[in-house]
């Protein structure tokens, strides 16, 4: 069952964060209190959401859409337990993302890839690829 996490989801999801974080390249770069704050404030923010599974999560966020007069949902992490990837779960997360974002009235959703596959997969869903991001440590 997908569902919008509560606080007596914050251990839980915590602990998927960290799963994702682990796996991500931002793997040497995160703090464990900035990460508290982060899934704490999005669990009770009214911009921002994530959509739980038993096995998975979806965290995303609204603003304004930086180049005309709309509202924009951007995902800031997804993540599925390896075992349960290729299942249904992945999918219902992100229609209930996608659900969340047309009812808070977005006219686009951007979704993140750290990978060709998932581009892949977003293209599959009609997603375009519009911009890539590199970064550099300073």
């Not at 703090?31 to 923010?45: A, E, P």
């Not at 599974?53 to 995303?60: A, F, T, Y």
């Not at 005309?68 to 999918?91: F, N, Q």
Request: with cysteine.
């Amino acid at each position: 069952m997908i569902r919008p996490a509560n606080l007596e989801d914050f251990l839980d999801v915590l602990i998927m964060a960290k799963k994702f974080i682990e796996v991500s390249p931002y793997k040497s770069m995160h703090s464990m209190t900035k990460l508290q704050s982060v899934v704490f404030d999005c669990i009770v923010s009214k911009d921002k959401i994530i959509f739980i599974s038993e096995h998975g999560m979806l965290v995303g966020m609204l603003s304004e859409f930086i180049y005309g007069d709309c509202l924009i949902a951007t995902e800031l992490a997804w993540w599925v337990d390896p075992e349960y990837r290729g299942t249904s779960e992945g999918k219902e997360l992100l229609t209930s993302f996608e659900g969340w974002a047309k009812d808070k009235g977005c006219k686009y959703i951007t979704m993140i890839s750290l990978d060709e596959g998932l581009g892949k997969y977003y293209e599959k869903c009609g997603y375009l690829l519009t911009e890539r991001s590199y970064m550099r440590e300073l």
